[in-house]
């Protein structure tokens, strides 16, 4: 349930969040491990970390103004798939803050960078791809950047570990298609 207050604290923010300039800057927010949030070894719960990045993702969409776009043309984002990388625990009630960054993208797909700190050190590692879906299907990058402002970028090389990841994510989704797992 405290994710619902957390959507709501977020909803209320995002009117007086600053906008980033460009998508390829980071976005930053900061939450409380709270109770609800602990597993039996009293640390957060590693499902956790995914539900918080999904609300990262939301501060990171209004801050480049994708957000009203998105609503505006009833696009919902969708995620296909996610990796993460947890180093040290977060325990009740420290502060820490989710760091989120578009890193690549092509004509279907976004590729973000969610960083979990705590005083300023990393303690877990997410990438995730995910896309836009819209009444019409999957809503091109280059649209969506368009009608953000944004119709001037163009999407970065992928770093080393994007390029890996995103590589073994073909293979991957062959084998599922094929039904071999």
């Not at 070894?41 to 501060?59: E, V």
């Amino acid at each position: 349930m405290n994710l619902y207050f957390r959507l709501a604290w977020l909803i209320l923010k995002l009117q007086f969040l600053r906008r980033i300039q460009s998508p390829l800057e980071e976005a930053c927010l900061s939450f409380r491990v709270l109770p609800t949030d602990l597993d039996i070894n009293s640390h957060m719960n590693n499902g956790r970390y995914l539900t918080l990045m999904d609300l990262a993702r939301i501060d990171f969409m209004a801050k480049t103004g994708l957000l009203p776009i998105a609503f505006r043309n009833r696009w919902f984002p969708i995620l296909g798939s996610t990796q993460m990388i947890f180093r040290r625990p977060l325990k009740a009630f420290q502060r820490y803050e989710i760091k989120t960054k578009l890193v690549f993208w092509d004509e279907k797909w976004w590729v973000l960078s969610q960083s979990f700190e705590f005083q300023g050190k990393r303690v877990a590692y997410g990438l995730i791809r995910g896309l836009l879906k819209g009444p019409n299907g999957i809503v091109p990058t280059e649209l969506a950047m368009k009608n953000a402002g944004h119709s001037k970028l163009v999407p970065p090389d992928p770093p080393p570990n994007v390029s890996l990841w995103l590589k073994n994510l073909d293979t991957a989704f062959e084998v599922f298609k094929k039904g071999d797992y």
